[in-house]
């Protein structure tokens, strides 16, 4: 290779720089001249760049050691943390290809460096109904307001976390990828959703999409990409050390009691397992317990009728050959029909009048909303094979139970409070896969597949003498037994309030005796119930908020932490609603200062939900 360069190296300088490039390959070659380029463009030598990450280091969560350009930021918006956990990754893969890259958290991102960002790599979950989690509620309303920039210096991707069986999948993803785009930047490489086995498409993702930002390349922008990953769980480790997720844990069953009085119609279960002696089991107040159920033989049964397929059929799940009746009991979701899972039976076995109702998103919805696979099979018939059945049908995800025991407390056990799911739709009587699977549960001799699902966002505070009020209703009230349980032994324990709502004093008031207890032993300082159907009128925990609004919010001002807990739909936004009207009234607030206040309660975690 022969070079000719203008006279601005030394002699020695040359000999170095000539036999270096004679090593590289034509890639290495265009990543040395944006390197290059990116540092003539900022006037600086490369000692300048180093000294600059280092010093970034002390001020904000840059972690990245890669001293080359261009720079990267790799922006999370995450709520149970799997977000997070990528972000760190993507931070890493980064880092040793040599790309300088800054890790930060969407909570405390400044809106306004949007603008000045070269290569950003978003990694955003959906909650709620189709929501940005909170993190990344600010920064999502502020790329779709008035005030949002140009963004056209600015390359992008955007993975999105989700789970197909929600029918706004990964939609927070899609809306940055989308509004990024219409506000300028370029993307360079097309979206990603990710399902609920997200780990190997996020792997596989961030391997092609991090080297893009090294060159500034584009690849395959055009379409966004939707990857489910269907019918493919990841596989085991081998010989884990721990149990997870991917490996949990056999729990046996100590206890399963019913919460309800005679005479109710619905069914709540206090479910005690032990933990004892099992790695990877370890817990905090605020955590959940995921657990794998199986689906009924009743349900299996159904499927087998509407189908007319043999139980012993053979079929391949996850590349293991087993019985039609087996992949049925364990492997695949009878009990909810997903987007996907229409779309694929589409694919498989065409029919004009179910293709017609998938384009149309609100008779859609209501379609899918508890409706099963046996009525899909029922509604639209078709020929199915045993084979294509199992690929049609999603992987059977496991189930999330706030832990309603404290470890301290309850040493070498998990407690669990079980709401049973049953409802009529569509003709037939219903039940809830898992909550049916634990409430079927013989104590003597089964056990329970069960792993912790660690919730960062729904903790107790590190000071116990922090006042905290607690507001449920149904089986939210799980986290705040392990949380009273949790503060019965702490020393010095601050002040804690319980607003607990269900439908009858009488029949559903759960773990009646045990909050009695912790009102005598000052475990628990005050609570209120609210049982909406004794009455003449309905009344809910945010009325009970309500009646006490003063006492609440001089509990605010002392710095209480505020807990929410339960049904998403509608109790969270209300209890909100009302704790926002309580801060204008007794803080003698206008409307939008009020706001702010609650905003800010959430931002600082003071303000947390568990809910779903
Ligand atoms: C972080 C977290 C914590 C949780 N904590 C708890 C807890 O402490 N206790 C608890 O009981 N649950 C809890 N849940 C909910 C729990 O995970 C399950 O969703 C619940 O037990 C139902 O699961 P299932 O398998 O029994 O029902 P599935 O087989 O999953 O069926 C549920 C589906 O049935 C349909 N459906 C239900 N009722 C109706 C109706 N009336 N009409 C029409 N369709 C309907 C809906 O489509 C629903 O998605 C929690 C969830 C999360 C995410
Ligand atoms: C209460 C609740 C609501 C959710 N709603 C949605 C949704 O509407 N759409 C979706 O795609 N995923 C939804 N999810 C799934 C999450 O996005 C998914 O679990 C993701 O991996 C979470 O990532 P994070 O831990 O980074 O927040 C929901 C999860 C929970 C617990």
Known sequence: MSIKLNGSLSSDQLELFTSFVATLNPSQVAWISGYLAGLSAQGQGVSEVQSQSTAAVATEAVVSSGSGQPTLTILYGSRTGNGEGLAKKALKLATEQGIKATLKNMADYKTRDL???KNLLVIVSTHGEGVPPFSAKELHEFIYGKRAPKLDGVNYAVLGLGDSSYFHFCKTGKDFDEQLEKLGAKRLVARVACDVDFEAAADEWLK??????????????????????????????????????????????????????????????????????APGLDYQPGDAAGVYPLNSDELVSEVLAVTGLNAGDFVVFNEVEKKLETALHKNVELS?????VVNRYLETYPNEKLKELSENPDKFKEYLDGRDIVDLLQDYPAEVTAENLIKILRPLQPRY??????????????????GVVQYHNAGRHKKGTCSTFLSD??????????????????????????????????????????????RDLADNKGKSW???????????????????????????????????????????????????AAEVFQWLEEGAHVYICGDMKKMAGDVQHTLTKIVEKHGVLSKEKALEYVDNLQKEKRLQLDVY
């Not at 909810?336 to 996907?340: F, G, L, R, S, V």
């Not at 609570?527 to 003449?536: E, H, I, K, P």
Request: aromatic fraction near 10%; glycine fraction near 8%.
């Open 401 to 418: 139970y706030s832990i309603s025991s404290s470890p301290k407390a309850c040493p070498g056990e998990l407690h669990l409070t079980v």
């Open 115 to 117: 603008q000045a960002e």
């Open 441 to 486: 549960l013989s104590v003597d001799d089964e056990k329970v597949p069960v792993f912790i699902e660690s919730n960062p966002g729904f903790r107790l505070p590190e000071n116990d003498e922090t006042p905290i009020i607690m507001v449920g209703a149904g089986t939210g009230i799980a986290p705040y037994r392990a949380f009273v349980q949790h």
């Open 208 to 277: 092609t999409t991090i080297p893009a930002f090294g060159g500034g390349e584009v690849i395959a922008s055009a379409a966004p990409q939707f990857r489910l990953l269907a019918n493919k769980t990841t596989k085991e480790e081998t010989k884990p050390d721990t149990h997870t997720k991917k490996n949990p844990f056999l729990a046996p069953v100590y206890e399963k009691i019913s919460l309800h009085g005679k005479g109710s119609k619905r069914q709540t279960l206090h479910i005690e397992l032990s933990t004892e002696d």
């Open 498 to 548: 319980l607003f607990f709502g269900n439908r009858n004093f009488e029949t559903e008031f759960l773990y009646q005796t045990e909050w009695q207890g912790f009102l005598k032993s000052g475990a628990l300082t005050k609570m209120d119930v609210a049982f909406s159907r004794d009455g003449d009128k309905k009344l809910y925990v945010q009325d009970k908020l309500q009646e006490n």
């Open 336 to 340: 909810k029909i997903t987007i996907d």
